[in-house]
């Protein structure tokens, strides 16, 4: 697997660190696959300086009856319980299946978390009728987030492609 080396100054913090989003991703993708009442989508929040996975969410719309409950949202609430105020947000980076929506990308802003990498772009769920906001990441955060896309995007549009909503809705 291809690994990644690099160094950045972001918001006065500095990463030094070996990472490799493709084994986080690749556990993503498992997880995902296992989803059987829920849209396919599932994130991470790993620790920038151990590498440690703290917390994981999958998507809960459905099976909440709850819109808001984005896998990044599931996997943010969970970190904000199980570490409550002994979290550094600005020392994570947000690990999603599929770049994430507006909702998401919000909570990301609101916590401080300076990095999200994701598989598959919004650009792709639109033109396979995913129901998204047509605007990218990107255009949205300014600069005020590190964005990494399209890791093992091959892997992760097959999550969508072989979805069928029709399967989990009534």
Not at 42 to 52: F, H, L, Q, R
Not at 96 to 101: D, G, I, K, R
Not at 106 to 124: C, D, E, H, Q, R
Request: glycine share 4%.
């Amino acid at each position: 697997m291809k690994k990644i080396l690099f160094l950045f100054i972001f918001a006065n913090i500095i990463y030094a660190k070996d990472l490799n989003y493709n084994t986080y991703m690749l556990k993503l993708i498992n997880i995902t696959k296992k989803i059987k009442h829920d849209f396919p989508f599932s994130a991470m929040i790993v620790d920038n300086e151990t590498g440690k996975i703290l917390c994981m969410g999958t998507n809960k719309n459905i099976s909440t009856n709850n819109p808001s409950l984005q896998s990044e949202i599931v996997a943010i609430n969970s970190c904000a319980k199980k570490y409550k105020h002994k979290i550094n947000w600005k020392n994570t980076t947000l690990i999603s299946t599929a770049e994430p929506c507006g909702i998401s990308l919000n909570a990301a802003l609101w916590a401080g978390i300076p990095k999200i990498v994701y598989g598959t772009s919004m650009k792709f769920l639109l033109k396979h009728k995913w129901k998204q906001i047509d605007v990218s990441n990107h255009k949205l955060v300014n600069q005020r987030i590190m964005i990494i896309g399209g890791i093992m995007a091959k892997k992760t549009n097959q999550l969508y492609l072989s979805f069928d909503p029709k399967s989990i809705i009534n």
